[in-house]
């Protein structure tokens, strides 16, 4: 199984995707940690941040408001969308038609 839906790149364009989705996470479910330091490959599920399947779906939600991205419950990919915060920034980086039109209407420099 490869390590990440995208190949990730250590650009900070990554850098601030994975920060700005690490906020969304811990907004989202109102954890008691810096958004800086859930690390970017630890799994969500389980010993990771041990998460629940009650806290994907607020995650999921939070995907959906923020970028437009549908992650539904029982899509095929969904283990290794959520498998950890890069997979999931990557998916979402992957998908930029979706939000990148508001993202740069913000202000924000686009992706190379």
Same mark, same amino acid.
């Given at each position: 199984?490869? $390590?990440?839906?995208?190949? !990730?790149?250590?650009?900070? !364009?990554d850098? *601030? &995707?994975?920060? #700005?989705? *690490?906020?969304?996470?811990v907004s989202a479910?109102?954890? $008691?940690?810096?958004?800086?330091?859930?690390?970017?490959?630890?799994? &969500?599920? +389980?010993?990771?941040?041990?998460? *629940? @399947?009650?806290?994907?779906? #607020?995650?999921?939600?939070?995907? @959906?408001? @923020?970028? +437009?991205l549908? =992650? /539904?419950?029982?899509?095929?990919?969904?283990?290794?969308?959520?498998h950890?915060?890069r /997979?999931?920034?990557?998916?979402?980086?992957?998908?930029p /038609? =979706?939000?990148?039109?508001?993202?740069?209407?913000? +202000?924000? /420099?686009?992706?190379?």
């Amino acid at each position: 199984m490869p $390590e990440s839906i995208v190949p !990730a790149s250590s650009t900070p !364009a990554d850098a *601030a &995707l994975l920060l #700005e989705v *690490a906020e969304l996470v811990v907004s989202a479910l109102n954890l $008691e940690v810096a958004a800086a330091d859930v690390q970017a490959d630890q799994p &969500l599920y +389980g010993d990771g941040l041990g998460l *629940a @399947s009650i806290d994907i779906l #607020e995650i999921a939600l939070g995907v @959906s408001k @923020s970028y +437009g991205l549908q =992650l /539904r419950d029982g899509q095929d990919d969904n283990h290794d969308i959520f498998h950890s915060l890069r /997979r999931l920034s990557d998916h979402i980086h992957a998908h930029p /038609r =979706l939000w990148r039109a508001d993202w740069q209407h913000a +202000g924000c /420099r686009p992706y190379a």
